[in-house]
C-alpha cells in the first residue's frame, strides 16, 4: 500500500537555488510541494538538481529529482537510517564518491519505454516530471530565491529535519522517508 496517495501541489514561490558545480554546471534547488498521506495533506521538502545533460541520457536543463547529496566516499551515512539502507539497496557496491548526487532510487527499471528515465517508475513519475518541467521554466526564466549557503549540508539538512512545518502534523524527516518508501517500493 502506498503512502502517499499524489503529490497535489507546487509551492513556486519555495523554489531555492544555489550553484553546484562548474564542469559540468550542475545547480541544487528546493522545492516544497504539499502531498497528500493516508494521514493528511502535509507540505514536504523535495531536492531537485539541473542537469548538464552529459550522462544516461538525461536532458540538458531539466531538473531532476534526488534524495541527497554524499557528503563523504564510501557508505552512506549521512543520512536517516532507511534512507541510508535505500541507498545502499539501489546504488553499484552500496557505496558512493563525495559530492555524488543520490538519485539511483529513481532510475529504477521502466516498464515503459515513453517515460523519461530518472523520475521513478511509480504513481509519481507524473507528478515528479511535471515539478522537474516546472523547476526548468523558472530557473530559465529567474524566478526562484538564490541561497549563496545552499550546499550539500544544507540540502541534506533540510531534507532530513526534524522540523514540523506550520499545519504538518509529521516532521520533514518523516514525511520525507515515506516519500522515499513509496518511491523504493516500486524500485526494480
Request: with cysteine; aromatic share 14%; hydrophobic share 30%.
Amino acid at each position: 500500500m502506498s503512502n502517499i496517495n499524489q503529490i497535489l501541489q507546487i509551492d513556486i514561490s519555495s523554489f531555492r537555488v544555489n550553484k553546484y558545480s562548474n564542469k559540468p554546471f550542475r545547480a541544487i534547488g528546493l522545492i516544497d510541494v504539499k502531498m497528500e498521506y493516508t494521514y493528511g495533506i502535509e507540505r514536504v521538502t523535495l531536492a531537485y538538481y539541473r542537469s548538464s545533460g552529459t550522462n544516461d541520457g538525461k536532458i540538458k536543463g531539466l531538473w531532476y529529482p534526488i534524495v541527497g547529496i554524499k557528503l563523504k566516499e564510501g557508505e552512506f551515512s549521512e543520512f536517516t537510517e532507511y534512507i541510508n539502507h535505500v541507498l545502499s539497496n539501489t546504488t553499484l557496491d552500496s557505496r558512493a564518491i563525495k559530492g555524488w548526487l543520490c538519485k539511483s532510487v529513481f532510475f529504477g527499471e521502466l516498464d515503459d519505454r515513453s517515460k523519461k528515465p530518472g523520475f521513478s517508475n511509480d504513481i509519481h513519475y507524473k507528478a515528479l516530471l511535471t515539478i522537474g518541467e516546472t523547476l526548468q521554466a523558472l530557473y530559465e526564466g529567474g524566478k526562484y530565491n538564490r541561497i549563496k549557503s545552499l550546499d550539500s549540508q544544507v540540502l541534506n539538512d533540510f531534507i532530513t529535519s526534524t522540523k514540523i512545518y506550520k499545519g504538518n502534523k509529521h516532521t520533514q524527516r518523516e514525511n520525507f522517508e515515506k516519500f522515499v518508501q513509496d518511491i523504493y517500493s516500486q524500485f526494480k
